[in-house]
């Protein structure tokens, strides 16, 4: 449904950006995939919840603000009216609400990463290219 990747969490343990057009994971299956992934303590599970919940909303605003600009973006370019400068004005707002969505995603990193052993921080980095792999695989197959 959406353009949601796993990616960047926890250096990084999997929340999301944007990709090629489908797959958001809701907050609690996020959640719950870092929790099993990553085999987490009681207390890292309480520690990641917190962060995962305080920024849940406002990176689920600025996903759909970029899925929002790219779908508009699209369907510009088939336009047979639209002018150049129309494409590149919503191209810069398109890749400007992007930029937003992965600044707050590395702080989201940032918030995680003392949180997680350094074992945990190796694991989650390769859960993040076994993700990336299966999207890119997934995306392949749609397109």
Same mark, same amino acid.
């Given at each position: 449904?959406?353009?949601?990747?796993?990616?960047?969490?926890?250096?990084?343990?999997?929340?999301?950006?944007?990709?090629?057009?489908?797959?958001?994971?809701?907050?609690?299956?996020?959640?719950?995939?870092?929790?099993?992934? &990553?085999? =987490?303590?009681?207390? /890292?599970?309480?520690?990641?919840? @917190?962060? *995962?919940?305080?920024?849940?909303?406002?990176? !689920? #605003?600025?996903?759909?603000?970029?899925?929002?600009?790219?779908?508009?973006?699209?369907?510009?370019?088939?336009?047979?009216?639209?002018?150049?400068?129309?494409?590149?004005?919503?191209?810069?707002?398109?890749?400007?609400?992007?930029?937003? &969505?992965? =600044?707050?995603?590395? /702080?989201?990193?940032?918030?995680? @990463?003392? *949180?997680?052993?350094?074992?945990?921080?190796? !694991? #989650?980095?390769?859960?993040?290219?076994?993700?990336?792999?299966?999207?890119?695989?997934?995306?392949?197959?749609?397109?």
């Amino acid at each position: 449904m959406n353009k949601y990747i796993l990616a960047a969490l926890a250096v990084p343990a999997l929340i999301g950006t944007v990709h090629c057009g489908r797959c958001h994971p809701s907050h609690h299956d996020m959640h719950a995939m870092i929790i099993r992934k &990553l085999d =987490l303590t009681s207390a /890292q599970k309480d520690a990641v919840h @917190a962060v *995962i919940t305080a920024h849940h909303p406002v990176l !689920k #605003a600025e996903f759909d603000t970029t899925l929002k600009t790219r779908l508009d973006l699209a369907q510009l370019v088939t336009d047979p009216q639209a002018t150049p400068d129309q494409i590149r004005e919503l191209d810069a707002k398109a890749n400007a609400a992007l930029l937003t &969505l992965e =600044l707050d995603l590395n /702080q989201v990193v940032k918030e995680i @990463a003392p *949180i997680l052993t350094p074992e945990q921080q190796a !694991k #989650a980095r390769q859960l993040v290219v076994e993700a990336r792999a299966r999207m890119d695989a997934f995306c392949a197959k749609r397109n």
